[in-house]
Every structure is written in structure tokens, then in C-alpha cells.
């Protein structure tokens, strides 16, 4: 990774930090004052490196774990600021970045509405954590994953 590419990729967690959803790739050329051309092929090479993944077909960020571009099952709440997660594994890891708060989902078996709170460094709530696919295989199809 390039001194350019990590620069664009502290840009992207700053943004959803400050604004909970990814920059656009004109956010990002005009916030660092390049041209569009130089923000696409920096996403390109981030996304080839397993730094973020983008929409397919696009340059917009579907993720930038453990952040979500997109809404999915999995709200994270700190405060009154809410992200979106990509599972429940991302959601504690965005509690574990940016402080105590919930991450609410459901049970893929049930649809139970499950609720994890995290609250100095403890995470409570009922319910197991189940990963289909092993680690390794993750980016085979990080969408599904």
C-alpha cells in the first residue's frame, strides 16, 4: 500500500466515523484535492489488497470492515450515532472502536430480535455467534461471508 492509498484509506474511516456513511468518490478527490481518476484507482488497489470492498461494478464502498456502506441486519448504537455493521462480529468490533453502546440484530433461525450491549469493555446478551464459513474462505465471497 502506497503513502496515497493509506491517506485515502484513513480518509474512509474517518468519514464514516464523523458521518456514519462511506465518502463518495467525489468526496473523497475534492476532500484531497486529486483528480476522480487518482481516487478510483486508489479505491481499485485497496480493494485488491482486502482493505475495503467496493459495490460490485463501482467505485462506492459496500465496506470498509468493520463499517457498512449499505444497511444491513446489524445497527450499531453508540450514543445517539448508528452505523451499520457487516455481521455481528463487525458490529462488536465497531463498540470495541468507538465506545459502549447495542448492537441489535435478529437470529437468522428465528428472527428473534437479539440485542448485545457493550458497556466497559463487556460485551451481554444472549445468543451464540455462529460463523458458517471458516476465516480462511472469507474473501473467497466476502459478500456472502
Not at 17 to 22: K, M, N, T
Not at 99 to 118: I, Q, V, W
Not at 130 to 142: K, N, Q, S, T
Request: aromatic share 10%.
Amino acid at each position: 500500500m502506497n503513502a496515497f492509498e493509506r491517506q485515502v484509506r484513513a480518509l474512509i474511516y474517518a468519514r464514516f466515523q464523523e458521518r456514519l456513511v462511506p465518502p463518495s468518490p467525489v468526496d473523497l478527490a475534492k476532500t484531497l484535492n486529486v483528480s476522480l481518476a487518482e481516487v478510483s484507482q486508489a479505491l481499485q488497489a485497496l480493494a485488491d489488497e482486502h482493505c475495503l470492498v467496493l459495490l460490485p461494478g463501482t467505485d462506492s464502498i459496500w465496506m470498509a470492515h468493520p463499517f457498512s456502506g449499505i444497511e444491513t441486519d446489524f445497527l450499531v448504537t453508540v450514543g445517539d450515532r448508528k452505523w451499520f455493521a457487516n455481521c455481528v462480529w463487525d458490529g462488536l468490533s465497531i463498540l470495541a472502536l468507538l465506545g459502549d453502546g447495542s448492537l441489535d440484530t435478529h437470529s437468522p433461525a428465528t428472527g428473534e430480535a437479539l440485542r448485545f450491549e457493550a458497556s466497559g469493555g463487556t460485551v451481554q446478551g444472549e445468543g451464540i455467534v455462529h460463523f458458517l464459513v471458516p476465516a480462511r474462505h472469507f474473501w473467497d465471497d466476502i459478500g456472502y461471508t
